[in-house]
C-alpha cells in the first residue's frame, strides 16, 4: 500500500500515475473538499491527458481520504514556502506531515519527502521529529528524500519520462524505491545520499534562475545599446556551447523564484551570484512598468485606466498564478500610487483574483488603447492579430520585429 501525502500538484499526478501502474494507493490531502471533489469523479485540471489518467485511476481503485492509513510507503508532497523575512525554507507542512504518518506508520515502513526541502532539511526537522516520536531511523522506518522534476504544463509525460534522483541512507531502501517509481518512470533513476538529492533539486532550479536572469540583463543592457536582444540571443546561440535562455517580465511559479531563496538563507556569505540573479528576475516587474510608461509617453497616452495585461498566470497555458510577474507588476504598480487602474485578462483565470479584471477578451479590447503581453498563451500565439488596432508592449517575443514594442 502506498500512501501519497498531499494531493496538490505533484502530489495528485504522482498518485494517480502510481495507481494507473498496479500499485494501490490512498492519497490524504487534509483538505476536505478537494477530496470530496477527487472523489466524485468531477476534479478538473488543465494538464495535458490528466482528465484520462484519473478516470483510469478511480478505475483502478484509488482512494481519497483526509486520514492516514496504515501503508508500506509514504510518499509526503506537500508546500514547502520560504519565510519572507529570513528566506530560509518553511519545512513546517512537511513536519507535520511526518509527524501524522509517524504516529499510524507500521514498523519498516518507508517514509519519502518529495517536496523540495533546503540542503539539511531532512537532518534538521525530520530525523528529529522521528526520535521525538520514540522512533529509530533505520529500524522503525526509513527515510527518502526523491525530488520531482516535472513542469507545469507538461507534467504528466515529464512524471513518465524524466530522469530522478532518489536520496537514501541505505542501499536497499534506495533498491525498493527504485523499483517502485519504474513502475511509471522510464527515465534513469539516480539513488545517492540524502543531503546529496537535497542539494541536487535546489541546484537545478537555481541554475535555471542564474540563466533566466542573465537573458533578463541581457535584455536590460541590449535596450540601453539600442540592440534587439532577441536578435543578438539567436545569434549567439548558433555558438555550439551557447545556449542563452528567453528574457521576460520576470520569474514567477513556486519554484524557480523560491529555491535559490535556500541557498541565500543558508549560506548568505557563499551565495553572491545567486543572490544577484534573484535580484535581477524581481527587478523586471518594475522594468516593465518602466517600459510601460516610456511607450505611454512615446504615443501620448497618460491614462492608465486604458492600459491593458494580457495574462496573469506565472507561465503560458497553466491556470497556476502563484508568484507571477503580473502579480508582481500589480504590486509594484500599488508601491508607486497607481493601484487599481489598469485592466486585465487572462484565458485561463476565472475567479476574480484583481481589479478590473475582464473574462472575456471583448470585453477588454473594449476598455484598453494599450496592451502589455505578460503571458504568450496559446491562444495569443495561435491568432496574434486578436490585439490588432492595439498599441502593444510585448515582453513575451509573441510578436515579429517591428509589431510591437520590446522588453
Ligand atoms: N522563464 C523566463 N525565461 C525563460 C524560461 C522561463 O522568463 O527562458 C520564466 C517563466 O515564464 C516562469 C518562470 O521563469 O515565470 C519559471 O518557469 P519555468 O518554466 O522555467 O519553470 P517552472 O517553475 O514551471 O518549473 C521548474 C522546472 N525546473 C527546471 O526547469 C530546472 C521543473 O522541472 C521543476 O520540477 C519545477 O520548477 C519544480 O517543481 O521545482
Known amino acids: 500500500m502506498i500512501n501519497v501525502v498531499g494531493l496538490g500538484y505533484i502530489g495528485l499526478p504522482t498518485a494517480l500515475m502510481l495507481a494507473t501502474s498496479g500499485q494501490c494507493v490512498i492519497g490524504t490531502d487534509t483538505d476536505a473538499e478537494r477530496v470530496a471533489l477527487l472523489r466524485s469523479g468531477s476534479f478538473q485540471s488543465t494538464e495535458k491527458g490528466f482528465p484520462e489518467l484519473y478516470r483510469r485511476a478511480l478505475e483502478a481503485g484509488i482512494r481519497f481520504e483526509t486520514e492516514y492509513p496504515r501503508a508500506d510507503v509514504y510518499i509526503v508532497a506537500v508546500p514547502t514556502p520560504y519565510l519572507e523575512e529570513t528566506k530560509q525554507v518553511d519545512a513546517s507542512y512537511v513536519v507535520q506531515a511526518v509527524k501524522s504518518v509517524l504516529q499510524v506508520c507500521p514498523k519498516g515502513a518507508v517514509i519519502v519527502v518529495e517536496s523540495t526541502v533546503s540542503p539539511g532539511t531532512m537532518d534538521r526537522y525530520i530525523r528529529p521529529a522521528v526520535a521525538e516520536a520514540g522512533l529509530t531511523v533505520g529500524e522503525d522506518v526509513f527515510l527518502s528524500h526523491a525530488p520531482e522534476r516535472i513542469i507545469p504544463g507538461n507534467m504528466l509525460r515529464e512524471l513518465e519520462c524524466n530522469n530522478r534522483t532518489i536520496g537514501v541512507d541505505d542501499p536497499a531502501t534506495g533498491e525498493m524505491l527504485k523499483k517502485l517509481y519504474s513502475s511509471f518512470c522510464h527515465g534513469r533513476i539516480t539513488v545517492t545520499g ?210 510591437a514594442y520590446r522588453l
Request: net charge negative; with cysteine.
Open 194 to 403: 540524502i543531503r546529496a538529492a537535497e542539494m541536487t533539486k535546489v541546484a537545478e532550479n537555481t541554475y535555471r534562475d542564474i540563466n533566466i536572469a542573465y537573458a533578463n540583463e541581457l535584455a536590460k543592457v541590449c535596450r540601453a545599446q539600442g540592440l534587439n536582444v532577441y536578435e543578438i540571443i539567436d545569434i549567439a546561440n548558433q555558438h555550439p556551447r551557447v545556449n542563452i535562455l528567453t528574457p521576460g517580465p520576470g520569474v514567477g511559479g513556486h519554484c524557480i523564484p523560491i529555491d535559490p531563496w535556500f541557498l541565500v538563507g543558508d549560506w548568505p556569505e557563499l551565495t553572491k551570484v545567486i543572490h544577484a540573479a534573484r535580484d535581477v528576475n524581481d527587478s523586471m516587474p518594475e522594468y516593465v512598468l518602466d517600459r510601460l510608461l516610456a511607450v505611454m509617453q512615446e504615443n501620448g497616452l497618460s491614462d492608465l485606466r486604458r492600459v491593458g495585461l494580457y495574462g496573469l498566470t506565472y507561465k503560458a497555458d497553466v491556470d497556476d498564478v502563484r508568484d507571477s510577474p503580473t502579480l508582481q507588476l500589480l504590486q509594484v504598480m500599488e508601491r508607486r500610487g497607481m493601484a487599481g487602474q489598469v485592466q486585465v485578462y487572462d484565458p485561463f483565470v476565472s475567479r476574480e483574483l484583481v481589479a478590473n479584471q475582464h473574462r472575456d477578451l471583448s470585453g477588454f479590447l473594449a476598455a484598453i488603447d494599450l496592451a502589455v503581453v505578460l503571458v504568450d498563451h496559446r491562444q495569443l500565439r495561435d491568432d496574434p492579430d486578436c490585439l490588432k488596432g492595439k498599441i502593444i508592449l510585448d515582453t513575451r517575443r509573441v510578436y515579429p520585429d517591428g509589431a
